[in-house]
């Protein structure tokens, strides 16, 4: 590791320490820096340095000068008698103070400033070391340093930190929590700690792993991904949740400490958002082993206050022996002699003096050194003839010391110059973190002036600390600085009255509004609360509606809520002519919000309150699309609502002469009339009439896509499959409702490709989703589709393997919304059973589905007639051929008051099957007949070959060997082209094939050659 004077160079963590200070540096000024300590003692051009560090892009070389200008003054350089760079002009910059080399195990002997200043805390910083060692060994380890503001914990984390950072191959991430209402970025903490870890993207192997291993991470990264990767990697991430998310992390994690340790750790957590708590349960609660170790720390008082669940998840943790706490107490008094000796050593000070610091601190460390820095400044403390004495007996001290931390700091404030004093109070409304740039508008001084006072503050450790450069849009850096401890910040942002306080935060959000870009999101919410205490709400309300976009982007729509909740509230602060406009998009984005995460029932209260707004204010074309919302999140769970919220619309909608939109209303009713009530022509015409105007709209958003969704999988039910193909083609781009979309389109798409009888590439997509669904975490995905897949093996005589997959299934199928994949689930479940020749489970399974189809949901008519037909069939299997003509008939008066094609046939082929076991041969002609005049005038691939099957059966029996003969080649035809949808080598091809019905078909032919 490279050093020169107290500094050091950090290049695993991109920054620069001076003694147990980190000073961040924006990646660019640190590389600099970097280049010119790495080649120390000559003189480095402009150009070299452009060719090394921009090597294909252009750069003005201004730039140049102006991180130099920001490196020096971290460094604390002066231009006339420079002591680390030297600038030649025109001609480039050198390096001239000494660097050195300092080896790992040299720095492992040599204890930091921070070690030797920090005085007691000898077992806590053993058990954070004893903890690490356990980690090294693989056992992942969760501890919490904890205790009150100012009490050490920082330093002790800074101390052990450093130590840590000397074992080899050990990777350390720190993540900061930030306070603020809007300040709860979701996983802010990781985030940041990520980014340290994947800088050097091209041949970082924490990046690699990332990229492969956690793709809804690696999108938070957007300008690493390579353009020619995105759109797989959108597509990879369709309908990911924050299950998925969670996990990937923890996996990722898991991977990179196969190779070195990670010692991660996060700040602060009394401020922690929601998202960064999941995160930490679920690494704590992993079993795997990890060489990997998470340390937090947080404020026991300010985790009540912020209302944090991270106390239950601690106490939950620590009963489970998952984590460990450790406790900081107050210092004691010897700890303060021992401070007094470090920072005064060969000093003849008087006992009391520790003493007496004691009794004012109370042994609050932060306290304690203020004291300290207090009466050194008052020069009560001096260094005579090397040694450190006072100047004062020790009972003069004791009045001059205030009471409170709070008063010491007062006081001092009020010593500064009123133009110090205005520059802390502008950057204490920028947070514990301001650069000059940010405050210059509200203070009407000139940059340098600023720069200049807050130097001289730094130097004399008043108040603040520089703290690195910050790059400006305009692409040149300005001096950023900090305050010593955010209790400094909070005493000044106190004092100010709140008009003034109000404006301060007005100008600082007109000025970093410019820094906001799409690749600093989490900027949005800094935002919104400078606008909010500004009382510029339109704009807080804005800013706060792009802090929940970005909580989404991160699949983190439970974050979302209470911040579009937040701008709900502050919408009633708005002038009136906007008002309702506003309330109204955000009432949409929380009825969203929750859609996407599943919670229906919330997502419906939302849309109804959007539209008794809209209504209440006669915004009638809103209120029609709220209609529609609402119509589609009832509908799961109550079909009557969700019909008559649709149907609402259509007569709102007439009044709006907008035909498309007349047309966009009444094709949701019409679906939604079809799939969860019943069978009307009138609507299957609305249906086909409309959707080729539906088709043109392009399907960018979510409610679009549900107009093309839903008439399309109705159109299934009339035997027309293009339009539920074409569906899934248009919409797979729509994202923001986490995957529901991509999902629905799937499963029609799914639905046709079965009565298509494509079965190969059935097998493949339903794969890639049940794959996804279950890394989702979603329970319902999983079941609809694997239900789906069940269904695929019943048709292929895979009974041993679809009455598996039922078993996993069914006992997920839960609730309202669960009802259609437990219908669909069922019904394999029964023809699995029947297969096997279970016709007792059979009959279960069949007649469970016919009692759930007394009341209404999605396709409940549908599943009722296939109920019908299973009973039928197992009926007629088991010799009660009363029962199976009963169902038989139930069978084919459903079908024939649909219009599905597939449904028809198979009943009058049902038809036929009861007829020839009941001997009433003009009966089982006249069915047959029927049946096959389905296929002649309708393609239906998926059971042609079983109806060509029975009339060959049929005709056999009337010994009309010719007709026979004809229907077996038909079916003999439709069997080859289902076996040859599937892939030569997927086992159910030969399953099919090998089947007994399909082998007699076979067996037959090879009879007649
Ligand atoms: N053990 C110690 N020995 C000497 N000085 C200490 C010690 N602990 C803390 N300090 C001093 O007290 C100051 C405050 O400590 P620190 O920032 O670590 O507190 P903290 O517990 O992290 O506070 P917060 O909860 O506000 O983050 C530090 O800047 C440091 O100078
Ligand atoms: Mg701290």
């Known amino acids: 590791m490279k050093s020169f004077h107290s500094f050091r160079l950090d290049p695993p963590n991109q920054c620069l320490w001076r003694g147990e200070q980190r000073i961040p540096l924006t990646p660019k000024a640190f590389d600099v820096l970097r280049y010119l300590v790495e080649h120390h003692g000559r003189l480095v051009t402009q150009g070299e340095i452009l060719e090394a560090l921009w090597p294909e892009t252009y750069v003005n070389p201004e730039l140049i000068k102006k991180y130099i200008l920001g490196i020096r003054k971290v460094l604390g350089d002066q231009h006339d008698k420079p002591v680390f760079i030297e600038t030649f002009p025109k001609r480039g910059y050198q390096f001239v103070a000494p660097v050195r080399d300092d080896t790992a195990a040299e720095l492992a002997e040599v204890p930091s400033e921070t070690e030797r200043k920090m005085v007691g805390r000898k077992a806590a910083l053993a058990e954070l070391q004893r903890s690490l060692s356990k980690a090294l060994r693989g056992n992942r380890q969760v501890i919490f340093v904890t205790g009150e503001a100012g009490i050490g914990k920082t330093t002790l984390v800074d101390v ?269 409304v920028v947070g514990e973190r301001f650069s000059v740039w940010a405050v210059r508008p509200t203070l009407g001084m000139e940059t340098d002036r600023i720069e200049d006072l807050l130097e001289g503050l730094a130097e004399k450790e008043q108040f603040v600390r520089s703290a690195g450069l910050q790059e400006l849009p305009d692409g040149s850096v300005s001096a950023h600085y900090e305050f010593k401890h955010s209790l400094f910040r909070q005493v ?149 609502l969700g019909i008559a919220a649709s149907e609402r619309a259509v007569e709102l909608s007439k009044s709006l002469g907008d035909p498309t939109l007349l047309a966009r209303t009444r094709i949701l009713a019409a679906a939604f009339r079809l799939l969860h009530d019943r069978w009307r022509k009138e609507d299957a015409e609305i249906c086909t009439t409309t959707i080729a105007i539906i088709e043109q709209l392009s399907a960018k958003d979510v409610q679009v896509a549900l107009e093309i969704l839903y008439p399309a999988q109705a159109l299934i039910l009339q035997g027309q499959y293009r339009f539920a193909l074409n569906a899934e083609d248009k919409v797979r781009n729509v994202t923001g409702s986490s995957g529901l979309i991509g999902n629905l389109g799937a499963w029609g798409k799914s639905l046709a490709l079965l009565h298509m009888g494509q079965l190969g590439e059935l097998v493949a997509t339903l794969r890639t989703l049940i794959d996804a669904a279950e890394k989702n975490g979603n329970k319902l995905w999983f079941c609809a589709f694997g239900g789906m897949e069940a269904w695929l093996r019943t048709l292929a005589f895979d009974f041993q393997g679809a009455r598996k997959l039922c078993d996993t299934v069914l006992p997920m199928c839960t609730g309202n919304p669960g009802r259609t994949p437990r219908a669909v689930t069922l019904l394999s479940a029964g023809d699995a059973e029947l297969g096997l020749g279970n016709n007792q489970e059979a009959v279960h399974c069949f007649s469970e589905v016919k009692s759930m189809t007394n009341e209404q949901f999605y396709m409940y008519w549908y599943w009722r007639m296939r109920s019908a037909r299973g009973l039928a069939r197992t009926w007629l299997e088991s010799g ?100 040859r949808s599937f892939p030569e080598q997927e086992p159910l091809r030969a399953i099919f094939l090998a089947a007994d019905p399909v082998r007699r078909i076979l067996g037959a032919a090879a009879a007649v050659k």
């Open 880 to 979: 009660n051929i009363a029962n199976a003509r009963r169902e038989a008939d139930c069978f084919l008066q459903t079908a024939l008051s649909t219009a599905d094609p597939n449904m028809q046939a198979l009943a009058w082929e049902m038809k036929t099957r009861v007829a020839i076991a009941e001997k009433d041969w003009t009966l089982a002609g006249e069915s047959i007949q029927a049946a096959l005049a389905v296929l002649e005038e309708r393609e239906v691939p998926m059971c042609a070959w079983c109806v060509h099957a029975t009339a060959w059966e049929f005709y056999r029996l009337q010994k009309n060997d010719e007709s026979a003969e004809r229907h077996r080649v038909q079916a003999e035809t439709g069997i080859h082209t289902l076996a």
């Open 492 to 640: 000044l942002y106190r004092r100010l009255s709140s008009i003034s306080r109000s404006k301060l935060h007005r100008r600082i959000g007109d000025q970093l509004r410019l820094l906001y870009t799409q690749d600093r999101p989490e900027l949005a919410s800094e935002l919104a609360l400078h606008f909010e205490e500004g009382h510029e709400y339109e704009h807080a309300i804005r800013y706060l509606l792009l802090t929940a976009e970005s909580a989404q982007h991160r699949f983190a729509h439970g974050d979302a809520i209470p911040v579009l909740r937040h701008a709900h509230e502050l919408v009633q602060k708005i002038a009136s002519n906007i008002r309702v406009e506003m309330e109204i998009q955000i009432l949409k984005r929380i009825g969203d919000a929750h859609y996407a995460l599943g919670q229906v029932v919330e997502a419906s209260q939302a849309y109804q309150a959007e539209v008794d707004r809209a209504a209440q204010a006669r915004l009638t074309k809103e209120e029609v699309s709220a209609l529609s919302r609402l119509a589609y999140t009832t509908s799961p769970t109550d079909s009557h």
């Open 160 to 428: 052990f930190h450093q130590w840590a950072a000397r074992r080899p191959n050990l990777r350390v991430a720190r993540g900061q929590c930030v306070e603020g209402f809007g300040g709860k970025e979701a996983y802010y903490p990781m985030l940041e700690a990520l980014g340290q870890l994947i800088r050097d993207s091209d041949n970082n192997p924490v990046a690699q792993i990332l990229a492969k291993r956690a793709p809804t991470w690696w999108i938070q990264f957007p300008s690493l991904v390579k353009a020619e990767k995105r759109e797989a990697l959108q597509r990879e991430i369709l309908g990911a949740t924050r299950e998925r998310m969670v996990r990937e992390i923890c996996e990722t994690l898991e991977a990179i400490t196969a190779d070195n340790p990670l010692l991660l750790i996060f700040e602060d957590l009394h401020w922690v958002d929601d998202s960064t708590l999941d995160l930490m349960s679920a690494l704590a609660r992993r079993r795997e082993p990890a060489k990997f170790m998470l340390l937090g720390t947080y404020r026991p008082a300010d985790v009540v206050l912020s209302k944090t669940p991270l106390k239950g998840l601690k106490q939950d943790l620590q009963v489970h022996h998952l984590c460990t706490e450790v406790a900081l107490e107050r210092l004691e008094e010897p700890a303060i002699a021992e401070y007094l000796a470090t920072q005064f050593p060969n000093g003849s000070l008087p006992g009391g003096l520790a003493k007496l610091i004691y009794r004012h601190s109370g042994g609050n460390a932060l306290f304690m050194v203020e004291i300290v820095q207090d009466i050194v400044k008052k020069g009560l403390i001096v260094q005579a003839r090397g040694a450190w004495m006072l100047t004062k007996p020790l009972k003069d001290i004791d009045p001059g010391v205030p009471e409170t931390l709070q008063q010491m700091l007062d006081l001092q404030f009020s010593h500064l110059s009123a133009e110090e004093q205005r520059i802390l109070n502008s950057g204490s």
